[in-house]
Nanobody, 125 residues
Framework: QVQLVDSGGGLVQTGGSLRLSCAVSGRSFSSYAVGWFRQRPGKEREFVAG??????????YYGDSVQGRFTISRDNAKNTVYLQMNSLKPEDTAVYYC????????????????WGQGTQVTVSS
């Protein structure tokens, strides 16, 4: 069984930074791809970033709206994936969720089998 705990959200001003963490418990963490999604009120869950399993080269992927501002990384020694968010904008305000699936990054929520509980990010203008 795989469990995810995401954390690090908060309130930040426009242009500020936050780092989200996704702690993953369970075996074979390095075999899992981990993605970050976000959901704004009244909107569908949106792909933000993903990192493939280590066996797939730790490849990273980003949504168009965050490319160049957000960076995803994984630390297999700590079973943790990070999302560094810079140059934050009010439109980044959302609940952010991490999710895990074996091997490959998917771009749709249904590609993932396990989910964290979500962490709120609010960017004030």
């Amino acid at each position: 069984q795989v469990q995810l705990v995401d954390s690090g959200g908060g309130l930040v001003q426009t242009g500020g930074s936050l780092r989200l963490s996704c702690a993953v418990s369970g075996r074979s963490f390095s075999s899992y791809a981990v993605g970050w999604f976000r959901q704004r009120p009244g909107k569908e869950r949106e792909f933000v970033a993903g990192v493939s399993s280590s066996g797939s080269g730790d490849s990273t992927y980003y949504g168009d709206s965050v490319q160049g501002r957000f960076t995803i990384s994984r630390d297999n020694a700590k079973n943790t994936v990070y999302l560094q968010m810079n140059s934050l904008k009010p439109e980044d305000t959302a609940v952010y969720y991490c999710a895990a699936a074996l091997f490959r990054v998917g771009f749709r929520p249904y590609d993932y089998d396990y989910w964290g509980q979500g962490t709120q990010v609010t960017v004030s203008s």
